[in-house]
């Protein structure tokens, strides 16, 4: 039987290639974020971000976020690459300051979102989403 | 009267008489003198609703041995907690004497002699007898299943799950939750879910798509006037310790703002009491009754844990009855005004030679049975040695399938998932097919043979390490560690993850594993669509008869720290 590395590690009850943050991109991430605010001090009421603990399809994360009062939330995922996932910009008719999307993980990462709000400050939520192929229910 | 200490003596006579059937007999008589079936379900009732609540009987219709764990390690938070706590210490925490029967229940030592004195536990025609008595105290007491129940025996596999289906219906289950279930596959479950006289709950069972609740949330039942709330929790991690190509368009996850939104609900709908049926994991619903308040009672499944107390979180009773039939869980609540005033409970072991087994439930699991009762009475071979699967890192029935994986696959290592269900054999026993499949059935059994670096070996040990050892239990799936064969380690379970295991050896040459260099692994359960190989029952049976009579040696390949 001829296996890929993929197909290894899922035979083998799950395996994460990626779980350990490549030092490059969390500073990527830090570039990302302090691009965003301006390298203004940022707090963490009033922001929730919800996301799952582990992540059941890397390819497809669903999250949300919340931030009352908000006039943008930026989304990073401080593991990947290219850590700028999305940025939701709400007007001052929108009802909510709520948004949901699905991006896509290299692996076990935390997933960061910040919100400008409308007297300029920042806040600040994040949440480690687990990347694994699994395997091992009891 | 005849004291412990001559029947260990009786019993141990009596294991020469193995094979020539004297030994129920010899185990029926103990258990009978040292306890009644008026013992065991001695109660008295308290307030006005009453929940039953059995869980994770994987499929186990008659008696079985089940040996409970030695090493069960808590992290983080959970470290030295029940149900972290085996053995002695358990005796000692809830002051249970040595070689009692609560003791031979509840705990690991002196299995062999402590199941000859008391016999096989559960039996779902024994248990038809408990909640008989428990109805005729409260006749409107409320049975919930906890789930992973259609999945573990030879008759479940041949059914697809039919015959617990058929029993759980005879017993007057109201509402359950699930896990294994979904390994049926969808369209399984689906049929079955349309023919269930009640609901199949699972508040966190989403539509993956357009992530919309998929199944029925909760189910509100009116018992002594009060109005009782009961959400389900399915396993929040289905699709990723299970072959998620099972059951596609699914998602779960622990979710715990829906569960908080749930509760909520319910208590704006008029809810005095409310419940959840979870089978989270009691690590996982500690940490949720600690962060969502207004849950009165949790029954807590998945981790087969039996704690004799409710646990008490944040105003939550968590409740854990234990598996494979060896408990009930009674809980009498008194509600007024809203309000759980009291909560009174009993974990009451099913001891099989003890109770009476209702004739009509005993002639209901006899007829799912008897289409298969040639090819499971079947002997394939002996045992010399006390098989049990439970504990952190091994067991002697995977340390055997890990045997058979290396001999009858031609592997350098084996590995075997770290399930909890499984029944035990004792030494001097026959291993008849039934037993096999009690440790091996499922439907994802093939067993595979492929080369892994030593590298990607460490990914894995590693990966199911953190699965079972990260310190926030949201992280954790509720298994024990992916049991090796061939080969050791050392592990150092307060580490992160990629730290915790060291020292892997190849057992065969006394060398440490080369991470570039290629090893033969054969193993079996892999979550991969299309894994090819034959089912593993087959590897195992093929091995056990080539051996005539089994032998396993104690285990001391893994070399735990800070446990």
């Known amino acids: ?138 | 009267m005849i004291s412990r200490r001559d029947f260990l003596q009786v019993g141990m006579a009596a294991s020469a008489l193995y094979g020539a059937g004297g030994f129920g007999n010899w185990s029926r008589l103990a258990a009978q003198q040292a306890l009644t079936q008026d013992q065991l379900l001695q109660f008295d009732t308290t307030g006005n609703v009453t929940l039953m609540h059995i869980t994770d009987v994987h499929a186990q219709l008659k008696p079985v041995w089940f040996r409970e764990p030695e090493i069960n390690l808590g992290v983080g938070g959970a470290k030295g907690l029940p149900p972290h706590v085996t053995g002695a210490a358990f005796r000692a925490m809830f002051g249970i004497e040595d070689g009692s029967a609560d003791a031979y229940a509840l705990t690991y030592d002196d299995f062999t002699a402590l199941a000859q004195e008391y016999g096989r536990m559960g039996g779902l025609d024994r248990v038809a007898t408990v909640l008989k008595a428990i109805r005729a105290d409260r006749p409107d007491a409320l049975l919930l299943d906890g789930g992973d129940t259609w999945q573990g025996s030879y008759s479940a596999l041949q059914s697809n799950g039919q015959d617990m289906v058929n029993v759980m219906n005879a017993l007057g289950v109201e509402a359950m939750t699930s896990h294994w279930e979904f390994t049926l596959g969808i369209d399984r479950v689906t049929e079955i879910v349309e023919s269930l006289p009640f609901p199949f709950l699972g508040a966190n069972i989403f539509d993956a798509e357009w992530n919309e609740p998929a199944y029925e949330p909760y189910k509100m039942f009116e018992r002594g006037g009060v109005q009782v709330a009961v959400i389900g929790q399915a396993f929040p991690y289905m699709p990723i310790a299970n072959p998620g190509w099972m059951f596609p368009g699914l998602s779960f996850g622990v979710r715990q703002e829906r569960i908080a939104e749930v509760v909520q609900e319910v208590r704006d709908n008029g809810a005095e009491c409310v419940v959840l049926l979870s089978h989270n994991g009691f690590d996982v619903d500690r940490k949720l009754a600690a962060d969502v308040d207004g849950i009165d009672i949790i029954l807590t499944g998945h981790t087969h844990d039996a704690i004799p107390e409710p646990v008490l979180v944040n105003k939550t009773h968590l409740i854990a009855s234990g598996s494979h039939g060896k408990f009930i869980s009674r809980i009498d609540l008194d509600v007024q005004g809203g309000e759980v005033k009291e909560v009174k409970h009993k974990l009451i072991p099913i001891f099989s030679d003890v109770i009476t087994p209702d004739p009509d439930v005993a002639a209901l699991i006899d007829a799912e049975r008897a289409p298969h009762e040639a090819a499971m009475s079947e002997v394939i071979g002996k045992t010399d040695s006390l098989l049990y699967r439970r504990g952190n890192f091994n067991g002697t029935w995977d340390d055997l399938i890990c045997n058979a994986l290396i001999e009858e696959r031609e592997a350098d290592i084996a590995l075997s998932p770290g399930f909890r269900w499984g029944a035990s054999v004792l030494p001097g026993q026959d291993i008849t097919r039934e037993d096999i499949f009690n440790a091996t059935a499922m439907s994802y059994p093939n067993a595979y043979r492929s080369e892994m670096t030593g590298e990607t070996l460490h990914l894995i040990l590693e990966d199911v390490a953190d699965n079972l050892f990260n310190p926030d239990p949201y992280y954790q799936q509720g298994g024990d560690m992916v049991r090796v064969g061939g080969m050791g380690y050392r592990i150092d379970v307060t580490k992160p993850q990629g730290e915790r295991i060291t020292e892997m050896t190849l057992l065969k040459s006394g060398e440490l594993l080369d991470p570039a260099k290629t090893y033969v692994v054969a193993g079996w359960a892999s979550v991969n669509e299309g894994t090819e190989g034959p089912p593993i029952w087959d590897v195992v049976e093929n091995h056990i008869k080539r051996q005539g009579t089994v032998s396993v040696e104690p285990n001391k390949s893994v070399n735990v720290v800070n446990g």
């Not at chain 1, 390819?59 to 700028?84: K, Q, R």
Request: hydrophobic share 50%.
């Open chain 1, 1 to 138: 039987m001829k296996l890929t590395r993929r197909d290894a590690l899922a035979l083998g009850l799950g395996a994460t290639a990626a779980s350990f943050l490549p030092f490059r991109a969390m500073a990527a991430a830090d570039e990302a974020i302090a691009a965003f605010t301006g390298g203004a001090a940022v707090g963490a009421d009033g922001i929730t971000i919800t996301a799952p603990e582990i992540a059941e399809n890397g390819n497809t994360v669903p999250i949300s976020v919340d931030a009352p009062g908000a006039v943008s939330i930026a989304v990073f995922a401080a593991g990947n690459p290219t850590p700028g996932v999305a940025t939701f910009n709400f007007g001052p008719l929108a009802g909510s300051q709520v948004a949901s999307t699905r991006i896509r993980l290299a692996g076990t990462q935390d997933v960061v979102a910040v919100a400008k709000m409308a007297d300029g400050s920042f806040v600040q939520a994040s949440s480690t989403v687990k990347v694994t192929i699994g395997g091992c229910g009891g």
